[in-house]
């Protein structure tokens, strides 16, 4: 067991992906995904470099050993290949809270329901196992696709926070926050899975 909330290992089943938890010996086929550097673009911490992601995961796991994050892998079925990671990290058990994030995916499933399924998967686990009362997701307030994608499945446009965070370039991102609250999960659940009936 991680912590009090999250017990590992915790996997996560869907249709075409599966969320495996990440481990060491995933880093290697990982890095492989992980090396186009155009998939970082708006991501403030970029990977694309050998050095950076592996000191980037390893700080995953070391958070994972906190209970303040726990990171995935995104496992394809079909191709069988790691096509990306996410996570939930900011997790708050006495607050039933948690936030949704560090999600990339390579190039060749942008705009295809890979990402869609990824966020169903994870948000069931935090409403329906975890019990949580709000899930937080942001973003960079130039990455209007990351943007639509939120607001697309029902996460509420809460505010920017301004230069939230120094981005590896040098730049300050401003960061758009969302959430979804419990309340709400059944009509985000129902939304989630019309949309991914219709991407197949």
Not at 71 to 95: C, N, Q, W
Not at 120 to 142: I, M
Not at 176 to 182: A, C, G, K, N, Q
Request: proline letters at 2%; one cysteine or more; charged letters at 30%.
């Amino acid at each position: 067991m991680t912590n009090n909330w999250i017990i590992h290992p915790t996997i996560l089943k869907g249709s075409t992906i599966d969320l495996i938890p990440l481990e060491k010996g995933h880093f290697e086929d990982l890095y492989v995904a992980a090396a186009d550097k155009e998939i970082w673009g708006l991501i403030p911490t970029d990977c694309s470099g050998k050095e950076k992601f592996y000191e980037a995961y390893i700080t995953a796991l070391a958070e994972r050993e906190k209970g303040v994050q726990y990171p995935f892998v995104i496992y394809h079925k079909a191709s069988k290949k790691f096509i990306g990671s996410t996570r939930l990290f900011e997790i708050y058990p006495k607050d039933s809270k948690l936030e949704i994030g560090w999600t990339w995916l390579t190039k060749d499933y942008w705009g295809s329901g890979i990402n869609l399924e990824c966020k169903y998967l994870l948000l069931q686990f935090c409403f329906d196992v975890l019990h949580t009362v709000r899930v937080q997701l942001k973003t960079d307030e130039l990455n209007m696709r990351s943007r639509k994608a939120i607001e697309k499945i029902g996460g509420k446009f809460e505010g920017i926070l301004r230069k939230e965070r120094l981005k590896d370039n040098g730049l300050y991102r401003n960061a758009v926050y969302y959430s979804i609250l419990d309340e709400e999960w059944e009509g985000v659940r129902v939304k989630l899975q019309s949309l991914l009936k219709n991407t197949k």
